[in-house]
């Protein structure tokens, strides 16, 4: 069973019960909220998965909600449900970051579709976050000299050609080179370039 | 100035009476009250006059019987109402200008009056209907009034308004109100179905995933290989709850005008949807679905979901029929073709059910018309509406018992422009 929560976020109880059967279906566990304020104080930070959020609701709304969890940072992926087929709605949960807008009524299909794209979409940012992370770690190893070695490796310059940049001799830059590539872990150029990619990515 | 008259003619007697026995007396006494009397006459005349002047030329007609009913006296505005000529009227019974249905009426009140002075009707402004010399009824408002001769007979007469105008005015007043109590009805309605819209979405988006996951759950189970009709009827209700939503959706796209989206497509397309929409369900009531899509027509501008929305109404309404008849012919057949002489698409929804009467025909597409026991009646009005914003034709031919064919005209080559 994968370790993914799935949160469904919607006050009507017989849509909530009905999206948590398809969603257990699938395999996940399933954590169920009447309210955007429920969510925001008994969900469990780590745990990966997606949400389901109904746009009407008393309290809180859930365009509100999307906001707040924007600003909070939190980083799960978002599938917008609304029984009001609304348009501007719609391109407003959109452009705060949702993964989709579902009108309802929709189709168990459908929503395992979305359900899944989700879920998947968490993975990759998690991988990807960690990455980077891992990158920044390791780029931090390095010492000044190091640096400026690899930036011009990142430039493409020869070896020949950081000797001559940084008065070296050949054999300095050579080892200078070996021992940053083995404190990054890479055993490539295509290696690192992807490493010291990852560690200026904007997360 | 009837009593006016009684003294100067009881004083001019008195006069001539006392002069007779008293020889002597002054004869100007005499020529004074003769000369009143002149005087009074004359004013008598004028007065006389003055009343006839209003009588003849007032507008209304004036008629003046006597105890027995017989007409006096009518202005000349009877010929203008009733075509007779005064003279033609008096002498006669009133009942010769009331229709059959009033005289015994009549009758009753009136000696009623006579005999025991109470007025059973109204005296002032009561509707009722004279009879033209042509035979034709004329809708007039009367009023009485009474006189009493000297002899002590009793004089009534009547005031006759032609109202034909006015009824005019009120019936049409009265569509005119009907009508807009039916818009705004049919309004609210849609205002209403806007304000339900997100309340039913709610119970229909958990009628559609339960459904979807109860299918699931049965589509490899026993169950489903002895009943493999389960799995249908459980993908029907999915389709049905998507359905309903979508209604009310156009319902209130309907009301709030400007959100249809038009664009140039192809008529196979919507036809295809709402094809797909309706086949489970012909599926399961073993309805034969035939379709005669003539290739390479030319393209209409249309709001797709709103076609595809009327021939699944249409669709539907097809299956209805059917499993309404006892026949075992069950076909429903869709066609398209082009019309060169009217320069439009036509589609037909053909179906072999129960038909319809020829007299309810031309009501079908009234909203709220309904034959369904439960249902609103909404849907042909709604597709009517939508065909004809369009600027498109909907029509029906039908025979009891054998079947019915809706056909669809829509114009091809309208532009946003028009």
Known sequence: MSNAVINVIDDDPAVSQAITIVAKSQGYRVAAYHTAEDFLYGHDPERPGCILLDVKMPGLSGLELQQMLVDAGIRLPVIVMSGHSDVPMAVEA???????????????????????????????????????????????????KEREVLDFIMQEKTNREIAEHLNLTLRAVEDRRSRLMKKLGVETIIGLAELVYRSNSIH | MASFLERSVAGAIRAVGSTLENPNLDVRWLQQAVEDLQATVGRLQESSDLYRIVADTASDVILSINEAGIIQYANPSASTLLDYAPDELMGKSIKHIMPDFLRDAHDKSFHRFLETGQKTISWRGIEVQVVHKSGELIPVEVSFGMIQTPEGNYRFTGFLRDIRERKEFEEESRKRLAELEHANRVKTVGELASGLAHELNQPLSAVCLQADAAQEIIKNSPIAQAHPEVVE??????????????????????????????????????????????????????????????????????????????????????????????????????????????????????????????????????????????????????????????????????????????????????????
């Open chain 2, 233 to 418: 009827l459980l993908e029907d209700v999915s389709v049905q709850s998507i359905r309903a939503s979508q209604i009310v959706k156009h319902l209130r796209s309907l009301v709030s005008k400007g959100e249809s989206k038009r664009e140039v497509v192809d008529i196979a397309t919507p036809l295809t949807s709402a094809l797909q929409i309706s086949s489970a369900r012909m599926r399961s009531t073993q309805i034969q679905m035939n379709c005669h899509f003539t290739p390479r027509l030319p393209s209409v501008v249309i709001d797709q979901i709103q076609v595809e929305q009327v021939i699944l109404n249409l669709l539907n309404n097809a299956i209805d029929a059917i499993e309404s008849s006892d026949s075992d012919h069950r076909e429903i057949a869709l066609t398209t073709r082009y019309d060169p002489e009217v320069k439009s698409l036509l589609i037909t929804v053909m179906d072999t059910g129960i038909g319809i009467d020829e007299h309810e025909l031309g009501r079908i597409f009234d909203s709220f018309y309904t034959t369904k026991s439960d249902g609103m009646g909404m849907g042909l009005g709604i597709c009517q509406s939508i065909i004809h914003a369009h600027k498109g034709t909907i029509g029906v031919t039908s025979t009891l018992g054998v079947g019915t064919e809706f056909t669809i005209s829509l114009p091809i080559g309208q532009t946003e422009d028009n």
């Open chain 1, 94 to 144: 959109m452009s705060r970051g949702a993964v989709t807008f579902l009108e309802k009524p929709f189709r168990m299909n459908v929503l395992k579709e979305q359900i899944e794209k989700a879920v998947k979409l968490d993975e990759e940012l998690r991988t990807s976050w960690f990455a980077t992370r891992t990158a920044n770690e390791a780029m931090k190893r390095l010492t000044d």
